[in-house]
Every structure is written in structure tokens, then in C-alpha cells.
């Protein structure tokens, strides 16, 4: 099993749309996890971070569920410029290496 | 303010030739890294430096060589590139241990080699 495990589309949705990313991850100690958003040659940039609770952002919520080892991304009305690549970021903790999805590429369509 | 500078944007150089990347700081992070990402948009992770050690190091070709500076730095030079070379390289800084609050990247430097 990868260590972090994203679809990687792309998904194409209409203006509008509500849209979920999963993303699973192999390390039950991790401790921390983040959902980062980068666009077309662009560096990566901090959505969010995943906490145990769910948090909230405006359209955006993230959810984790360490039981079943994956953190989701939901993104309500969906806007044209919410088209990006979504990435899932797992933390172990301490010195050890945080670990990349590969990314979700999400396209909203008018 | 700049967050986490890098330099050059965009760099196009021949095979075989030495070439740098600089990097600063000036979140007050303890620790930096460099990524590459290749044309398969992988992030894969190259070296990191905490308070100016190296604490990782993944398996890169000693072509590639680090260096730290201060903690506020952190350059790549790469010797006798090659076409395989060719990629986006992201340098980001973040504090560690239970102060992770996730990544800072600079804007990267698009890497042509030709």
C-alpha cells in the first residue's frame, strides 16, 4: 500500500456542483494531515489543515477519519476558479518525512 | 515580503553544465527543503535541513548537493546536469515536531535542461 493514496482524476464538474476527495494514508501514528491546493505552474499553497473534528472554511470542509486511515475534501458550490490540483498531505511527526499525494486534478466547467 | 524567495524563476543550461538554486526565508522556520516535481506532477522530496543539519536525505544522485548556510538558507548546486534533470524545484520551509503547521513553498524555478 502507498503510503498516501489519491485519485487522481481529473474530475469535471459544473459550475455549481458539490465535489468530495478522499485520500488515504498507511501510517495510523500520523499525526497531522493537510489539504494543499496548487494551480497551473504554480507552487503548492496550504488549504487547509484536518483535524479530528472536521473543520470548516467557507465552501470547504475537511474531515478525518483515522479509524479508516483517509482525510476527504468537500468543496460546495462549486466556482470556476476552484479548479486546481488538490493535494493530501500526511504528517508521521517529529523529524520523519510528510508525504504527497499525488493530487486530485478538479476542472469546473461553466 | 516574500515569504520564501527562490532564484532563478526559470533556468535553461546545456547538459553537463553546474548550476545553483538559492533560497531564503524569513518566516523564522528551523527547517527547509528542497522537492522536485517532475512532468508526472509527482512532489517527491530531496533533501532537508533543520537548524542548518541535514535530516533528510533521500535517494538522490550525488550530483545534487545541498547546503545550509543558516537556517534562514538554503541553496542546491547541481553538478554535470542531465536531460533527467529537467523539472520544477520547490524549496519550502516549515518548523517541526508539534509546531508543524504545514508547508511554505516559494515559487520554484522551472529547470530546462537541453
Known amino acids: 500500500r502507498k503510503e498516501v493514496e489519491q485519485d487522481p482524476g481529473p474530475f469535471n464538474v459544473p459550475e455549481g456542483a458539490t465535489v468530495a476527495f478522499n485520500c488515504t494514508y498507511s501510517?495510523?501514528?500520523?499525526?497531522?494531515f493537510f489539504w494543499y491546493r496548487q494551480d497551473c505552474r504554480k507552487e503548492p499553497k496550504l488549504l487547509m489543515s484536518?483535524?479530528?473534528s472536521g473543520n470548516e472554511d467557507g465552501r470547504f470542509t475537511a474531515q478525518l477519519n483515522r479509524a479508516s486511515q483517509y482525510i476527504s475534501l468537500l468543496i460546495r458550490d462549486s466556482k470556476l476558479s476552484d479548479s486546481a490540483t488538490y493535494l493530501c498531505v500526511v504528517n508521521p511527526g517529529g523529524y520523519q518525512k510528510v508525504t504527497f499525494g499525488i493530487g486530485t486534478k478538479l476542472q469546473v466547467i461553466p | 515580503d516574500t515569504a520564501v524567495s527562490q532564484t532563478p524563476k526559470y533556468l535553461v543550461t546545456q547538459m553537463g553544465n553546474d548550476k545553483s538554486i538559492k533560497c531564503e526565508q524569513n518566516l523564522g522556520h528551523d527547517t527547509m527543503y528542497w522537492y522536485k516535481q517532475d512532468s508526472k506532477k509527482f512532489l517527491k522530496i530531496m533533501f532537508s535541513?533543520?537548524?542548518?543539519?541535514?535530516?533528510i536525505n533521500e535517494t538522490v544522485p550525488n550530483r545534487f548537493s545541498p547546503k545550509s548556510p543558516d537556517k534562514a538558507h538554503l541553496n542546491l548546486h547541481i553538478n554535470s546536469l542531465e536531460l533527467g534533470d529537467s523539472a520544477v524545484y520547490f524549496c519550502?520551509?516549515?518548523?517541526?515536531?508539534?509546531?508543524?503547521?504545514?508547508?511554505?513553498f516559494g515559487s520554484g524555478t522551472r529547470l530546462t535542461v537541453v
Open positions: 535541513y533543520n537548524n542548518k543539519e541535514l535530516i
Open positions: 484536518v483535524y479530528s
Open positions: 501510517n495510523s501514528a500520523s499525526q497531522s
Open positions: 519550502a520551509s516549515s518548523s517541526l515536531g508539534q509546531d508543524f503547521y504545514g508547508y511554505t
